[in-house]
């Protein structure tokens, strides 16, 4: 009997960190069956990989993919970069469970995020029945902003008790169809209503099921470190793995502060706390605009925040918050000019104009240009905002333990998800690790920029045989050029694939072949307690 695939000559880089040495890759159906030097395996098709890295599919363990594979099931600008797996629901956010009644709130407050993807009333199992096959395996968690809608809306209150049950039945829903786990996000409205004992009550639910919690922190600005804290003392209290998403330091006041918090969260680390990061390798963000303001604004729902807007008394009190406390998330920033519209679903041609620009074409003061922006996008114009110190993000990136996420949705240079000016690091965030990173900056060895992506972030999944090339483990493979791979997506022209990738492989089918996507769609949405269990550890007495 012969294999199916044979990658023979490359340099293994096999997720775990360890050096990389020359060997074959022999693939028979979904699994890697031999790995070994100069194989006289037999293969049905023999692939000659010398001068190439052969490593492990990449698992971007932070996206928000599950807003566009449904419209580029091809996920063809995160496959054309090596990743194989990719984690959604994050930050929050996700487009199921959505009740009767619910779907055009649920659709209203994800515009910003999802504005092309259509919305449908879905209990989490239909959602997951119906996830449509994709490049790519997905890994789904429920969003907290998600389940707080359902219960009770935008209100910025304590939830009732029949409020708190409905949530916890509705993840527990999720859960049992094979959710990793919940996501929140502090930063915004309504999740960032919820005081620490709401977390605590939902980490408690993950912890009996054996689930995760992936978190956007209550802030990444002036309070990074007590937000950091607050999500460490949730994996302590609880014994539930978290996942710090996108670590980061907003606003000119908190530059410089890298290795404090890295310092303060490997601390926990050594004490046998289960918390892992991730980051992406870029000083710029993204975000809906509204959330650059404070948090009251949001409160009753978009349609009140937009007839707040409009009103003198209000905007001179969202000037004086703002100049008091710095912008909602992001800290102070120079000016208006780090702030660029990336897509505006109502005002499409304003995408790539800073807010500085627009408001010296308008001959109106930034602040209202801001305003009169929101109000005239409906509220669901989503922006880049330049707020990091590019040292912090060097240091962030560079470090081994921290994982590598882009934060993400899948995009396509094509089709409706090639519109707007969207963030780079949906085409780049990995190329660019792999790459720029290693090749020419020299920030870190090419293992240790695999095992961020591969073994790395298997483990702080708890996948059973994903993210290390080992034989009997699945075949998500990637090879690539590590002279030539890199990034190619700016953010003047951000919809340009990376380059340098040869194949991809998932499940023992090729994707991407001779740098062409295939058309195939192998990817699985991956089960918790099928593909994986979350660590965990039990909790302090
Ligand atoms: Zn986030």
């Known amino acids: ?51 190439l890295v052969v490593a492990p599919g990449l698992i971007d363990i932070h996206t928000h993919s599950d807003f566009t594979l449904p419209l580029n099931p091809r996920a063809e600008s995160k496959i054309r970069q090596g990743v194989t797996t990719e984690v959604v629901g994050n930050c929050g956010f996700s487009a199921a469970p959505a009740l009767p009644g619910r779907v055009e709130m649920l659709r209203q407050y994800l515009a910003s995020s999802a504005p092309w993807l259509e919305f449908h009333e879905s209990t989490f199992a239909e959602y997951v029945a119906g996830f ?68 605590h009550d939902l980490a408690r639910v ?34 539930v793995h978290v996942q710090i998403a996108h670590l980061k330091l907003s606003g000119t006041d908190n530059w410089g502060g890298a290795n ?39 409160d009753g729902g978009i349609p009140a925040m937009l007839e707040r807007l409009g009103r003198r008394d209000v905007r001179a009190r969202l000037r004086e918050d703002i100049a008091r406390n710095g912008l909602t998330n992001f800290g102070r920033i120079p000016s208006w000019d780090v702030v660029r519209v990336a897509v505006a679903p109502h005002l499409p041609d304003h995408a790539g104009r800073t807010l500085g620009d627009i408001a010296r074409a308008r001959g109106v003061e930034p602040f209202d240009a801001v305003c009169d922006f929101l109000v005239t996008d ?26 590598a996420g882009s934060d993400a949705n899948s995009l396509a240079v094509s089709g409706v998800t ?84 040869s194949m991809v492989v998932v499940n023992g089918e090729v994707v991407i072949d001779g740098g062409d996507h295939t058309g195939a769609l192998p990817g699985r949405v991956l089960r918790r307690g099928v593909d994986g269990t979350p660590p965990s550890t039990r909790p302090r007495a």
Do not use: C
């Not at 993840?171 to 004992?197: M, Q, R, V």
């Open 206 to 239: 993950l912890a009996r099921h054996n689930a995760a919690y992936a978190s956007h922190i209550r802030d990444e600005a002036d309070r990074v470190f007590d937000a950091v804290r607050e999500a460490i003392d949730v994996a302590e209290a609880t014994g």
């Open 132 to 199: 449509p096959p994709t490049a790519v395996n997905v890994i789904l968690q429920v969003g907290h902003h998600t389940l707080r809608l359902m219960a009770a809306g935008m209100e910025e209150r304590p939830l009732t008790d029949g409020e708190r049950a409905l949530m916890t039945r509705l993840l527990e829903e999720g859960l049992a169809a094979g959710a990793w786990g919940l996501s929140t996000g502090l930063f915004t409205a309504p999740g960032g209503y919820a005081d620490a004992a709401e977390i």
């Open 260 to 298: 404090r918090l890295l310092d303060e969260i490997q601390a926990a680390r050594r004490r046998g706390v289960p918390v892992d990061v991730d980051a992406y390798p870029y000083d710029t963000a993204t975000n809906p605009l509204r959330n650059l303001l404070p948090r009251w604004i949001m």
């Open 418 to 501: 090639g519109q707007g000016k969207p963030h780079p690091r949906s085409y780049g965030t990995h190329a660019r690790l792999l790459g720029p990173y290693v090749r020419d900056l020299k920030l870190l060895t090419l293992e240790s920029a695999v095992y961020k992506t591969t073994g790395g972030a298997a483990r702080a999944l708890g996948l059973v045989d994903r993210g290390v090339l080992h034989p009997g483990f699945r075949a998500d493979v990637t090879v690539f050029d590590p002279s030539r791979i890199a990034d190619q997506s700016t953010y003047p022209d951000p919809h340009r694939y990376a380059i340098g990738i």
């Open 378 to 403: 409906r509220g669901e114009t989503r922006i880049l905002i330049t707020s990091m110190d590019e040292p912090d993000v060097r240091e962030i990136s560079r470090t081994p333990w921290v994982l």
């Open 1 to 51: 009997m012969s294999d199916d695939l044979l990658i023979r000559g490359g340099l293994v880089v096999d997720g775990t960190g360890a050096p990389g040495r020359e060997a074959d890759v022999a693939v028979l159906g979904d699994r890697i069956v031999a790995i070994e030097p100069r194989s006289s395996r037999a293969a049905r098709r023999v692939v000659d990989a010398r001068g």
